[in-house]
């Protein structure tokens, strides 16, 4: 006597379709990543990093530094999309940003 899920697994095998043989994968240039620190900021002031000339931004964050005392009250892109500013609320910060480039 046959198990009742056999039949199932065997329909369901045959609804499967062979992968390809070959499988091709899209041409595309190799991207170096490097990250970039803003200096310190003042008291309260704004920290920016910015894109060397030839990269793009991906990414970004900050550091607070050891004097900072409060929340961060804004980090993101710059305007432009070149870099990453942040503003501690009180004492100082250091942006950073990620940017890559097309090898």
């Known amino acids: 006597m046959r198990a009742p899920s056999t039949g199932l697994l065997l329909a369901a095998a045959l609804l499967v379709p062979a992968a390809p043989a070959v499988l091709a994968a899209?041409?595309?240039?190799?991207?170096?990543?490097?990250v970039v620190t803003g200096p310190p900021s003042s008291p309260?002031?704004?920290?920016?990093?910015t894109?060397?000339?030839?990269?793009?931004l991906?990414?970004?964050g900050y550091r607070l530094q050891p004097d900072a005392d409060g929340p961060v009250r804004?980090?993101?892109?710059?305007?432009?999309?070149?870099?990453?500013?942040?503003?501690?609320?009180?004492?100082s910060v250091?942006?950073?940003a990620?940017?890559?480039?097309e090898d």
Not at 26 to 34: D, G, H, L, S
Not at 44 to 49: C, F, K
């Open 94 to 96: 250091v942006a950073f």
């Open 58 to 60: 991906t990414g970004g």
């Open 44 to 49: 309260g002031g704004v920290s920016t990093a």
């Open 51 to 56: 894109c060397p000339a030839g990269t793009h």
């Open 26 to 34: 899209p041409a595309f240039a190799a991207e170096t990543a490097k």
């Open 74 to 91: 804004a980090s993101g892109p710059t305007a432009d999309a070149t870099g990453w500013s942040a503003r501690a609320e009180h004492g």
């Open 98 to 101: 990620v940017c890559e480039t």
